[in-house]
């Protein structure tokens, strides 16, 4: 078989797939860039601060018109210095007798900010996908780096996302270095969940004693798959025993024949989201300090969110 046979019996079995809900799914589209979806309709009770008064300089603006900055200045990729530019030409055509807060007053306050995910809460028990990728800072160009080589050391940091399987809202987001392990953050995300988790799905990096204890303790279903080369354990512990029956269970019919039956494949609902983040919000981080880039990382989560309750697409498998 030649080469230009075998690319086309590929595309020929890929399977495909048609949008049914396309005229509702564009309106939502063009719905995701209208500031009306961002603004909330009581700005102007909220926008001042009006929490207790403390020694020193007062602040002027509440949390909320913080935030509401830093998520226009996601959704419309602007620099702080727009960002403030913007928000007081809206204020201005609006008719609203405001004034944004300065780009220095968004950089300090973004560090201490507390920003709610905004997820939709379905009630009931979830089950979440977790996974982690790379954003990242100070970045420079790929082409500019091949042909010239990095002007300076480039690192990058790691968010960990916890996604609702069904909804593929994003339940819990942790920024860390990249030396830190993805298992080291299982406990941080499970705790920013309140409601319920009945499963917990993650690739191998998560197949460590220390996320089963916790998962066990929590009372939630592990489906992680063991390393191929994994042993039943010796002492048995309580929080191993779904290790070692998932190893039998392998051992007795394949591993891709485990994956289907415990519905492993749904895991890659957590790389959709990820890409959904790079594609929509960006793969770097613009802020310097590391409680500013968490803080920046919530943000454009909380974003996802958002557009993803604003519409999404159904879609069937064209034959």
Not at 108 to 125: D, E, F, M, T, Y
Not at 211 to 225: G, M, T
Not at 246 to 266: D, M, T, V
Request: with cysteine; net charge positive; glycine share 6%.
């Amino acid at each position: 078989m030649t080469l230009n046979n075998e690319l086309q019996t590929i595309s020929m079995s890929k399977d495909k797939y048609k949008v049914r809900n396309w005229k509702e799914y564009n309106e939502g589209l063009k719905k995701r860039g209208s500031l009306k979806l961002w603004v909330r309709s009581d700005i102007a009770e909220h926008w001042n601060y009006q929490g207790n008064k403390k020694r020193g300089g007062q602040q002027q603006y509440s949390d909320m018109a913080i935030e509401l900055c830093l998520i226009v200045r996601k959704v419309y990729h602007l620099p702080l210095r727009q960002t403030e530019g913007f928000m007081n030409s809206y204020f201005d055509q609006s008719g609203l007798n405001f004034k944004a807060p300065d780009y220095t007053t968004l950089s300090k306050r973004s560090g201490s900010l507390a920003v709610q995910l905004s997820a939709a809460n379905k009630g009931g028990i979830t089950d979440i996908v977790v996974d982690s990728t790379g954003l990242k800072v100070y970045g420079e160009g790929e082409w500019k780096v091949r042909k010239h080589g990095a002007g300076k050391h480039r690192t990058w940091m790691k968010m960990h996302l916890a996604v609702d399987e069904t909804s593929q809202q994003i339940q819990a987001v942790t920024l860390s270095t990249n030396a830190v392990d993805d298992a080291t953050e299982v406990d941080a995300l499970l705790n920013q969940i309140e409601q319920p988790i009945s499963s917990f799905k993650g690739d191998g990096a998560y197949d460590k004693s220390k996320v089963r204890k916790q998962l066990y303790e929590k009372n939630i279903q592990q489906v992680i798959p063991p390393q191929n080369n994994a042993v039943v354990s010796k002492s048995a512990p309580l929080y191993l025993q779904q290790r070692d029956q998932a190893i039998h269970s392998i051992a007795l019919i394949g591993r891709a024949e485990w994956k289907k039956q415990k519905n492993y494949h749904q895991r890659s609902k957590s790389e959709t989201a990820m890409f959904r983040y790079k594609i929509i919000i960006g793969n770097t981080l613009c802020a310097r300090k590391t409680k500013n880039q968490q803080t920046e990382a919530r943000i454009g989560c909380k974003i996802l969110n958002i557009t993803l309750q604003t519409i999404k697409p159904k879609s069937i498998k064209v034959a």
